[in-house]
């Protein structure tokens, strides 16, 4: 056994009375243009799932929330879940979650549920992978779309700059980009296109019914609640919560915050979430959980789709404490957790 793995099991072990819930979003069996954070080969997410029956105590979202009000988590507790809604959580993810016997949450952004409606920012990327154009003039800057590398910088920029805006203006500075783009077809048939529409409430039913998904609120539009004024951010909510107590058998009191980090929700969203029942609520603010975590905003660690296991274990592992141990006590924890019977002996000293 080499070093590194050595250093893994001993913070698993040091760790094991802590939790940690993950964040993913898509899972895609297609080639994309350009390498894109949220949408996870298929295969490296069955790889993750593999990985996560064999390392991990998976459990329900619910499952871990009571458990911190319970003041004890379960050992090597991970929760699974995705954001938005894409169908692919249903076609892809799904089946692989099946065969593991893992439970996951899915946040529902639910105006785009049952429609043809892609979320901005792949409206931004898929028609910047299709254009046959080679440079775009863009916000007076000049984008070259030479290479897959070139596309991925255009996107990159146009999509940081555009996440800063109020929703509508989102909207008509994302319909000039499309115009500059110049793409007439429709691409019903394009496996992109395929791979990214949004769930339907059929496929979210089926999944309900299996027992094994569960599903939260993600906003009526996707829209990040800190660019709407309050009113706007109230409707969102709103909306969210009836379409999910019309359409789910179950209510929901699960929300995470589109995009999630700290400046993108305040106190006044947590006092309307309260408002309409979304009682425990989920950020993207890296964090591992313990029975001192606070439910009404909880850390979540997204995945994205260059992490591969390695990564993963480490994630699993917690591993911020490796540091604090002397080797002496490093010693002690590999004793304690078995690992010296197959431990490689050309291998650096602990």
């Not at 802590?18 to 069955?46: E, K, Q």
């Not at 994302?174 to 394009?190: A, V």
């Not at 390695?310 to 304690?336: F, H, P, V, Y």
Request: hydrophobic residues 35%; contains cysteine.
């Amino acid at each position: 056994m080499k070093l590194e793995s050595i250093k893994v099991m001993i913070h698993r072990y040091l760790n094991r009375d802590m939790g940690v819930i993950l964040i993913y979003h898509s899972v895609v069996d297609c080639i994309l243009g350009f390498n894109m954070w949220t949408h996870m080969p298929l295969n490296r997410f069955a790889a993750h799932m593999r990985v996560l029956k064999q390392q991990a105590n998976v459990i329900p979202l619910t499952k871990m929330i009571s458990s911190i009000q319970k003041g004890k988590l379960p050992k090597y507790s991970v929760a699974v879940t995705f954001d938005d809604g894409f169908v692919n959580n249903f076609t892809r993810a799904f089946p692989v979650l099946q065969h593991y016997n893992i439970p996951a949450t899915i946040f529902l952004s639910t105006a785009f549920i049952g429609t043809t409606k892609f979320f901005w920012p792949e409206r931004l990327a898929f028609r910047l992978m299709r254009t046959n154009l080679k440079k775009i003039n863009v916000l007076d800057q000049g984008f070259s779309l030479n290479s897959d590398e070139d596309r991925c910088n255009a996107y990159t920029h146009l999509r940081d700059y555009l996440k800063k805006l109020h929703p509508k203006e989102i909207d008509t500075e994302l319909k000039k980009i499309e115009n500059i783009l110049n793409i007439k077809e429709t691409f019903i048939n394009d496996p992109i296109y395929q791979e990214w529409l949004p769930l339907n409430w059929d496929q979210v039913k089926d999944m309900e019914d299996s027992g094994l998904i569960e599903f939260g609120g993600h906003t009526a539009d996707h829209h990040i609640l800190s660019r709407l004024n309050l009113s706007e951010a109230e409707e969102q909510i709103k909306a969210c919560k009836n379409a999910l107590d019309l359409n789910l058998k179950y209510p929901t009191k699960l929300w995470a915050y589109p995009n999630g980090e700290k400046n993108d929700f305040s106190d006044d969203h947590k006092e309307l979430l309260q408002k309409y029942g979304f009682l425990y609520n989920f950020s993207t603010i890296p964090s591992y959980i313990s029975i001192n975590s606070e439910t009404n905003t909880i850390g979540r660690i997204g995945i994205g789709s260059q992490t591969d296991t390695d990564e993963l274990m480490n994630i699993l592992s917690k591993r911020d404490r490796w540091e604090e141990l002397d080797k002496t006590q490093r010693i002690k924890m590999a004793l304690k957790c078995g690992l010296f019977k197959n431990f490689d002996t050309t291998t650096k000293s602990l």
